[in-house]
C-alpha cells in the first residue's frame, strides 16, 4: 500500500510545525506540501511551501489545517472540491461552519475529521462528560487558555459544550439580577466561562452539580504542541476510509 500524501496548512504555526515534523518522520506518510503565508517559496522538511490552500492540493490525498478561524472553513472546502480528504484541527469554527462542511463532504464523498482538540486525554475527557450528563442534569464549562488566544470559546469548550447540548436541561437565566452575561455564553445550552490569562496554555473543566455534591472534568494541556501529534496522525490515516464529518477524536476512536 502506497502511503498518504500529506498537506500541513498552518506548518509555520505552534501546533502545525508539529504535525508537519511528525508527517514527515512517519513511515506510512509524506509531507508531499506545506501551506503558510510567511513561508511561501521554501520548503519544510523538504516538501514545498505554498502560499494559499488550492495551490498546495497537488497529488494530496489529505489535508491537514491548524490555520485560524477565518480561513479553515474556506480551505477544507477547496480540498474537499478536489476530491481531497481534510482533517481539521483548527480552533473556532462554529457548529454552522462544521454543518456546511459535513453537507459538502457528503455531496462529494470525501471524508472529514474535526476535533476542538486532538489530544487522546482530551477524547477521553470529554467521552467522561458525556457519560456524566447522562445522569447528572446540571453543569457549566469554564474554558482557560492564554491571554493571546483570540477565539472565545475555544474550539475544545465549543465541541464540548456541543456535545453536552444533546443531553441539556433547560437552564433559565430570567432570575438573575446585575449583568447577565456573568454568566457566561449559552452555547448550545451549557453555559460556557472563557478567561483568556497569562500562564495559561489550554485547560477545559466541566462542572457538574446535584443538592450537597459536585463532580468536576477537567482537560489541561502543557506548553508543547506534542500531545496534539499522536491524535491528529490518527485522524489522517483514517479520514481518506470515510464518508461525511466526523466531529471529535472521540467519536473516531470509539468508531475505530
Known amino acids: 500500500m502506497s502511503n498518504l500524501n500529506v498537506c500541513v496548512a498552518g506548518a ?24 503558510s503565508r510567511s513561508a511561501a517559496g521554501g520548503e519544510v522538511h523538504g516538501a ?22 477565518d480561513v479553515a472553513k474556506a480551505n477544507a472546502l477547496a480540498a474537499i472540491e478536489r476530491g481531497v480528504a481534510v482533517v481539521i484541527g483548527t480552533s473556532g469554527l462554529t ?13 462529494r464523498s470525501v471524508g472529514v475529521i474535526a476535533a476542538g ?22 453543569w457549566e464549562i469554564i474554558d482557560y487558555s492564554s491571554a493571546g488566544k483570540a477565539d472565545a470559546p475555544s474550539g ?12 441539556a436541561k433547560e437552564r433559565a437565566l430570567a432570575d ?8 457566561g455564553a449559552d452555547i448550545a445550552g451549557t453555559q460556557v466561562h472563557s478567561l483568556r490569562l497569562p500562564s495559561f496554555t489550554v485547560s477545559t473543566e466541566v462542572v457538574f452539580a446535584l443538592p450537597d455534591e459536585r463532580l468536576s472534568i477537567r482537560h489541561d494541556a ?17 479520514a481518506p476510509g470515510r464518508v461525511g464529518l466526523t466531529r471529535g477524536l472521540d467519536t473516531l476512536l470509539a468508531e475505530s
Open 117 to 138: 482538540n486532538f489530544s487522546l486525554t482530551a477524547a477521553m475527557s470529554k467521552a467522561a462528560a458525556q457519560l456524566a450528563a447522562r445522569h447528572l442534569p446540571s
Open 222 to 238: 502543557g506548553s508543547s504542541a506534542a500531545p496534539y501529534v499522536a491524535g491528529t496522525l490518527l485522524a489522517v490515516r483514517a
Open 12 to 35: 509555520t504555526g505552534w501546533t502545525g510545525s508539529a504535525i508537519a515534523e511528525a508527517v514527515a518522520a512517519a513511515g506510512d506518510l509524506e509531507l508531499r506540501s506545506a501551506v
Open 176 to 183: 438573575t439580577h446585575g449583568a447577565v452575561e456573568a454568566r
Open 48 to 69: 514545498p511551501v505554498h502560499a494559499s490552500v488550492p495551490e498546495a492540493l497537488h497529488g494530496i490525498d489529505v489535508l491537514v489545517d491548524y490555520t485560524s478561524h
Open 95 to 107: 457548529a454552522a461552519d462544521f454543518e456546511e462542511i459535513g453537507a459538502a463532504a457528503r455531496e
Open 156 to 167: 475544545t469548550a465549543r465541541e464540548l459544550a456541543e456535545a453536552l447540548g444533546e443531553s
